[in-house]
């Protein structure tokens, strides 16, 4: 198993220009997440899911949109980016019921740069 | 809303030696997990620990261990036998069960490890 990826790993944005990182599970996991991370903040909820089709915001989803079109995959898009938006952005995945312990799995992370 | 504090922005120890981490965390909610993630210079989000707040052991993983009042809302990390391997951003993070889903992280505590 892959476990969750993350495409792409970095990537140079222009202000309002627009990109979708892509996050991907092999690991049959209904909930997904997606999160920024800023120095001295931690990590911060963007967006996530809790089942294929269905969607719901976080603590900072201004700017951002997602879709969960299939249930290995929650797509996050930057429709114009800004440079407020330069973070490094982790997916994470979870099953659902108590075996799961509630455990999220994370992706390595992308790094991105908004000039 | 659910709070995460972890107080040490820093903290250092040298190798062989033990440290503590503190987190202290605001709810309201009786049932809840408690969660020690370690983030290398890689970047990846690995799990060290988890304590479920029903049980008054306390969690134990090999080297890593923690202390949990639940009354006094504190959840600290303590790491044995330091080893170079160690050094990294440790975040403490609080998921409630129910319809939250989320994790709620700390601002995270750099450990240094010394030879």
């Known amino acids: 198993n892959a476990g969750v990826t993350q495409t792409p790993k970095f990537r140079v944005l222009k202000t309002g220009q627009s990109m979708t990182l892509l996050c991907a599970q092999d690991?049959?996991?209904?909930?997904m997440y997606w999160y920024r991370q800023d120095p001295g903040m931690g990590l911060r909820l963007i967006h996530y899911?809790?089942?294929?089709?269905?969607?719901a915001k976080g603590e900072v989803p201004d700017g951002y949109n997602v879709s969960r079109l299939k249930k290995q995959n929650f797509l996050l898009g930057l429709e114009s980016a800004a440079p407020s938006q330069t973070s490094v952005y982790f997916c994470?995945?979870?099953?659902?019921?108590?075996?799961?312990?509630?455990?999220?799995?994370f992706g390595p992370g992308t790094r991105l740069t908004v000039l | 809303a659910q709070t995460v504090t972890q107080s040490q922005p820093e903290m250092s120890v040298q190798e062989a030696e033990t440290v503590t981490l503190s987190c202290t965390y605001d709810t309201s909610e009786s049932d809840y997990y408690l969660f020690w993630y370690k983030q290398p210079p890689s970047r990846q989000m690995i799990l060290v620990i988890r304590?479920?707040?029903?049980?008054?052991q306390n969690a134990t993983e090999n080297r890593f261990s923690v202390n949990f009042q639940k009354a006094a809302k504190s959840f600290s990390l303590k790491i044995s036998d330091s080893q170079l391997g160690d050094a990294a951003m440790y975040f403490c993070a609080y998921y409630s069960g129910g319809s939250n889903y989320k994790l709620t992280f700390g601002k995270g505590t750099l450990l240094t490890v010394n030879p």
């Open positions: 304590q479920e707040a029903y049980k008054q």
């Open positions: 899911s809790v089942g294929e089709g269905t969607t």
């Open positions: 690991m049959n996991h209904e909930y």
């Open positions: 994470a995945s979870t099953p659902p019921g108590a075996s799961s312990h509630n455990e999220q799995f």
